[in-house]
Each structure stands twice: as structure tokens, then as C-alpha cells.
């Protein structure tokens, strides 16, 4: 299927001097803006909140953090009434920056270990040394918002005022931030370190107990940052980058670099019967890495599976940020895979879905979760070698269509379904972009299915680069 790149706009609007490294500085301010400056025409149907998390300080305990993951967590709200946008921004006020704040000894973060004797290594990861340092994602679950990273320590907090309300016990050592809804509830996947490992599947309806829905044994666990779901059954991608959970326990390196890249093993399709437990299969593609899926579903015996796949792990220490202040950090290819799945036979096929760069992706999540999709929004890689545009790809004819504009650097894109609107594009994407060359932010408004801009909305100050968020719809 060859792809086409349409609709590409460079339109200039200010002089273009900095670059991406404006956005990894600390953010020191907390602020709240009743109205920000919008220019173009914010949807009136925009009544619900976009709320993002991500690394805010990078200084942790009197020295720099060492990779993206580690800063410190930082929540973001823009506010949407009426063609309007409002916006705040509030740290997180977890154990983690208390004890930055303090000068007490950091606790374990995913690469920025301060734990170098073999009792307190074991101590930070076997006990409530986790770090609850939420900057990856979050949940909306009945009515209570959680900020999520991959530790088993979900920070509940207030998505009108941000502010911190305190953290639950979710199961597990090493679990994601990329649960499901599904049926109601919310579905996760935890990884149990001990001599026996297992991975667990849960579900839980209120994010404070949660129902064993299934567990597999292992014996290396993979490092795994998201998983996917269809009609039946729930699939977790285990490339090889593992590790043996004594190695986790004992070495003295950090949670990430006590894994180990195996070139010669493939990646495991796990694939589990979500209503009942039961393991269907496990399948074999080529390795490779895998931080987020895009969707997957069944279609008929196949079970198809599309993620945006690295060719090894490298792009893990492309992230480390003494790699990305650089002027050309590089991040390494990744690219829209698709791979199906003959569940009775076994085997497994591999093709890329368009040629072009994409990560942090987005689907219609409400209408196609699960189901068969045809469209995938997220941010992709250009000639800079970082993140600095959005793109849109048609899964079935490769098509890709791109927002780009030189200077200015986009984060993840949430898709906000047009209620009027029929389509599985219908609607808009709301990504926070940086403005290098002004060190300021602004949230950008695309129509899903054009990419054409249709508002943007000036933040006071750079927003450093996150991860994920979500668009809350207003409570009726
Ligand atoms: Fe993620």
C-alpha cells in the first residue's frame, strides 16, 4: 500500500531559533489563566476538560534526573466553556517531590536509581519504596480522576483544582499506565516479581479492588508498557527485553537497565481469554520493541494487532536526557506495524502499515476500541530527530497526512469525538505543542479527519514534554 503525505502546513508565524531542548526544562510555575488568548475557532461543542501529566522538574534530590521518565510529575487541565479555554497547571504533591523537596534520599525511579547497596536495592523494590511519581498517564473511573505510572501506586486527585487527594495500591510490582475500559470497568495487567513470576490480568470497577481475571507464569518477565484488548480476549506483546527477577532484586542497577535486550528470541504474543482466564495461545513475530499498541480485534480466527514498533530497545536509552539535549538527539525509527495472528494455526504474519514515523498514538477509543479501526492519529519524528509533527495514517490504504510546522514541536494528540458527527474521524485532536523559538506553549485544535488547524489557544509559559492525557467530558 503506498503511502501519500498530504496537507502539510508551514505557515510562518515567528522567528525559529530554539529547538526541542526548551522543552525539558524545569516548569517552577503553577499557574491558573481564566481565559487564554485563542486564536481561530475553539468547537462550542468542547465542554469537557483536556488533562495531561508529565515531567516537570527534572531536578530531583539536589541533582538532575537522568532519563525523561524520572521528572518530576505535573498536572495540566485546559478547561473548554463556550469557545473558550481556560488553563492550570499544579505538581503533583506525591512522596517522590516531597522528598526532592526535602533532600531526603530519592525513591527508585525508572532509570534514576539512588539505591546502590544491595539492602536498600531490595528494600526500594519489595516494599513501599515504590516510587509514586505519576507522570504517564491517566484514568477517569466512575467519579474519581488517577494519575498513573508504572509502579502499583495510582494518585487520586481533583480534575477541577489538581489537587493531590493521595495514593492507592493497585496489584502488582510492575504494572502500566495504560489500563482499558472495558465492560465497564477498568483492565490492567501487573507483572509479579518473585521465584515464581506470573502476569496478572485484573479488572476493577472503582480503582480501589480489584478481580484476578487471569495469570500466566514466566520465568524472565519482558518489560512491557502497554497491552491491548479485543472482543474476547486481552493480548500482551512480551519483546525480548527481559529480566531475571534476581538480577531485578540484586544488581545495582536501575528498574530499566537491569533488563537485557535478546536479539535472537522473538516477541510473544500472549494471548488470554479475557472472560474466562484461559490462556489461548502464545504466538512468535520478530523482535522488536513496543512501548504503545494502536488497537487490535479479531476478524474472524485471525486476531489483528497493530503497534508502533522499534526494530530493538534502543530507543529506551535515545530517551535518556543527556541524549536528548542535544542538538540532534536522533530517536531511533519506529513505525506503524501490523501483525496477524492465525490463532488456530499459529502463525503469525508482519507488514508495515505507512511508511512515516508514529508514536504516542491515538484511535477513536470509544467507537473502535477493541474493534476494527480505520484511522490512527499520533506524533512522529522528521529530519530534527525529534517529535515535531502530527500525523494521521489510514490503516487500510497507507495514506498518511501530516501538521507540521518547523520550529514547533507537538505532543501526543487526543482525538474528541465531534457528538454530531458520524465518522470515526469526526472530530478534533487537542495536542499541546512547544514554541521553541518563543519558549512558550500553545494547545493546537486539528480537525481529525483534515489535520487542518482550526484554533490554538497560548499558554504563559513552556510546557515541558509529556506523555499522556485524556479529554474528560464534562459530568452531566
Ligand atoms: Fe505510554
Known amino acids: ?26 516548569l517552577d510555575r503553577e499557574t491558573r489563566v481564566e481565559a487564554l488568548p485563542v486564536e481561530g475557532d475553539v468547537p462550542a461543542w468542547l465542554t469537557g476538560s483536556l488533562v495531561r501529566t508529565g515531567p516537570a522538574q527534572f531536578e530531583v534530590g539536589g541533582r538532575g534526573a537522568r532519563h525523561w521518565f524520572d521528572g518530576l510529575a505535573m498536572l495540566h487541565r485546559f478547561g473548554f466553556a463556550d469557545g473558550s479555554v481556560s488553563y492550570a497547571n499544579r505538581y503533583l504533591d506525591t512522596e517522590a517531590r516531597r522528598r526532592a523537596s526535602s533532600g531526603e534520599r530519592p525513591l527508585a525511579e525508572f532509570a534514576s536509581d539512588p539505591c546502590r547497596s544491595i539492602f536498600a536495592r531490595v528494600q526500594s523494590l519489595f516494599s513501599p519504596g515504590f516510587t509514586d511519581n505519576a507522570n504517564v498517564n491517566l484514568v477517569r473511573l466512575g467519579e474519581r480522576c488517577m494519575a498513573l505510572t508504572e509502579t502499583p501506586l495510582p494518585i487520586v486527585f481533583d480534575e477541577e483544582t489538581l489537587a493531590t487527594i493521595g ?43 480489584y478481580r484476578e481475571v487471569a495469570r500466566v507464569p514466566v520465568r524472565e518477565p519482558g518489560y512491557m508498557h502497554s497491552f491491548a484488548v479485543t472482543q474476547r480476549y486481552a493480548v500482551l506483546a512480551e519483546h525480548p527485553l527481559l529480566v531475571n527477577p534476581l538480577r531485578l532484586a540484586l544488581s545495582a542497577e536501575s528498574f530499566i537497565e537491569s533488563y537485557r535486550w535478546h536479539a535472537d528470541r522473538p516477541t510473544r504474543l500472549i494471548v488470554i481469554d479475557r472472560h474466562t482466564g484461559v490462556l489461548r495461545g502464545t504466538y512468535e513475530a520478530e523482535p522488536c520493541f513496543v512501548f504503545h499498541h494502536i488497537n ?110 518547523p520550529g514547533r514541536y507537538p505532543g501526543e ?15 478534533v485532536l487537542l495536542s499541546v505543542v512547544l514554541d521553541a523559538a518563543r519558549e512558550t506553549s500553545f494547545l493546537l485544535v486539528l480537525d481529525a479527519a483534515t489535520l487542518e488547524e482550526r484554533a490554538r489557544a497560548e499558554v504563559p509559559h513552556a510546557i ?7 479529554y474528560l467530558g464534562a459530568r452531566s
Open 413 to 427: 494528540p487526543v482525538f474528541v469525538q465531534d457528538p454530531s458527527g458520524a465518522g470515526e474521524d469526526a472530530g
Open 296 to 405: 487490535a480485534y479479531e476478524d474472524g480466527a485471525e486476531l489483528v494487532l497493530d503497534v508502533c514498533a522499534y526494530d530493538d530497545d534502543e530507543i529506551i536509552r535515545s530517551l535518556f536526557l543527556d541524549r536528548l539535549r542535544t542538538a540532534e538527539p536522533r530517536l531511533p525509527r519506529v513505525e506503524p506495524r501490523r501483525w496477524c495472528v492465525d490463532l488456530d494455526g499459529g502463525s503469525v504474519s508482519s507488514e508495515r502499515l505507512a511508511d512515516v514515523s508514529l508514536e504516542l498514538p491515538r484511535v477513536n477509543y470509544r467507537a473502535v476500541n477493541g474493534r476494527r479501526h480505520r484511522y490512527a492519529w499520533g506524533a512522529g519524528a522528521g529530519d530534527v530527530g525529534f517529535i515535531d509533527r502530527i500525523v494521521k495514517v489510514d490503516v487500510e490504504s497507507g495514506d498518511v497526512a501530516t501538521w507540521h510546522e
Open 167 to 209: 495514593a492507592e495500591r493497585s496489584p502488582g510490582d510492575h504494572t502500566t499506565a495504560h489500563p482499558h475500559h472495558v465492560d465497564g470497568e477498568l483492565l490492567t495487567y501487573a507483572v509479579h516479581f518473585g521465584a515464581r513470576s506470573t502476569y496478572r490480568i485484573h479488572a476493577s470497577a472503582d480503582g480501589r479492588s
Open 1 to 26: 500500500m503506498p503511502p501519500t503525505t498530504t496537507s502539510t502546513t508551514d505557515a510562518p508565524r515567528a522567528p525559529r531559533t530554539g529547538d526541542h531542548r526548551v522543552g525539558f526544562r524545569t
Open 464 to 470: 515541558p514534554f509529556g506523555f499522556h492525557g485524556q
